[in-house]
């Protein structure tokens, strides 16, 4: 049977592989006659799970051995006050705003920290990167905060800003939640990333932290001992008990992604290559188009959130009518920003996203 192509921007699709080879494991486990929901954290089946997931995570992601990897609970959005309550000791913190995300990162940390907005787009709706060379900087800030893929607002930066060469020794921390995994990552220029497992690893329920060793030990006295970055680490995540089904199915995944060969790159190089293939065929297929737009600027366009707009709006409905009925399912944009969103994670194929520019070629001509 032919399933749907899910665009949802999370939780969203995981690969059919990992779903098959869960549902085949999901009363037994590898002839331990559990299922993993049903196993202690601290026995060895579980801890043998936990332990591959995070080798596999290190691997894929080439993340150098001066960084701890800690599997967590909360999302994105609750990492938002575990950083700052971990790295700003209540000093200084510089926001770079390119969307949603950051904005709510801003807001949130501004609770336990002086947080300050070092640059933002936001008069110009959110479509473009501020040129690095224009961000303010403050000489004392403890850390600079950025979404490097803005999910709503589907803008993505390309590169990592290099703070070092704007004279800024303050560690980078980045939100990489909706694009982890999607491409390589450049660990020189980054002290901390995290990200929840919902869009690219998994299901909801897991986050992601991987955090430099020099940033750990600094946590306020306020900070929640299960949320204390040092504490996780030296318990090898299991200080409290961890999302141990979402550690799973993200582990399935990572075995998942490892396998992924695209001519001779492999891994996530395989995944970036795909990633970039797909989205290249969609924003032609909206940039050719006199119905259909695209509001980003190019140079920091998102691989993996692809927000448009009919310009036309009086027949979105029908659009998303027309879609559901040729299973092309969740492609409605964020209410705060409208239109539609075509989330083209790594789990969707390029066949999903072909499948997607037919039926935006044929809705236009039915005028």
Not at 55 to 81: K, S, T, Y
Not at 192 to 216: C, I
Not at 294 to 310: E, G, H, Q, Y
Request: net charge negative; with cysteine; glycine share 8%.
């Amino acid at each position: 049977m032919q399933r749907p192509y899910n665009f949802s921007a999370g939780p969203a699709a995981i690969p059919e592989d990992v779903l098959q080879q869960a549902a085949s494991e999901m009363l037994d486990w590898r002839g331990s006659g559990m299922s993993v929901m049903e196993m202690s954290h601290r026995g060895k089946e579980f801890i043998s799970i936990c332990e591959k997931a995070e080798a596999d995570f290190r691997q894929l992601l080439a993340v150098p051995q001066n960084f701890h990897i800690l599997f967590m609970q909360g999302g994105g959005l609750a990492e938002n006050a575990i950083v700052p309550l971990n790295l700003s000791q209540g000093g200084a913190v510089d926001f770079v705003v390119t969307g949603s995300w950051s904005q709510k990162s801003t807001k949130e940390a501004a609770k336990f920290c002086n947080a300050a907005v070092a640059a933002t787009d936001e008069a110009q709706g959110f479509t473009h990167i501020p040129d690095p060379a224009s961000w303010k900087l403050r000489s004392d800030a403890r850390y600079v905060h950025i979404c490097s893929n803005e999910t709503i607002n589907g803008v993505e930066f390309q590169q990592l800003p290099d703070l070092a060469s704007l004279g800024c020794q303050a560690p980078l921390v980045i939100d990489f939640s909706s694009h982890v995994a999607s491409r390589t990552v450049d660990w020189s220029r980054v002290g901390l990333a995290f990200g929840g497992a919902q869009k690219n690893l998994g299901p909801a329920g897991l986050t992601l932290v991987v955090v430099r060793d020099d940033l750990l030990g600094h946590a306020m006295a306020m900070c929640p001992s299960a949320f204390n970055y040092r504490l996780v680490a030296d318990n090898q995540s299991m200080y409290n008990t961890p999302p141990t089904w979402g550690i799973y199915i993200a582990g399935l995944t990572f075995e998942w992604i490892l396998r992924q060969q695209e001519g001779a790159a492999s891994g996530v190089a395989a995944l970036e290559a795909r990633n970039t293939a797909k989205a290249e065929l969609l924003y032609q297929a909206i940039d050719g188009s006199q119905l259909y737009e695209n509001r980003v600027a190019r140079d920091c366009r998102s691989r993996m959130n692809v927000p448009f707009f009919l310009k036309d709006e009086s027949r979105n409905q029908a659009f998303l009518d027309g879609a559901k009925a040729r299973g092309l399912l969740q492609l409605k944009g964020h209410k705060s920003v409208g239109g539609m969103r075509a989330s083209i994670y790594n789990a969707m194929p390029l066949a999903g996203v072909q499948a997607l520019v037919d039926y935006m070629q044929s809705f236009e001509k039915q005028g």
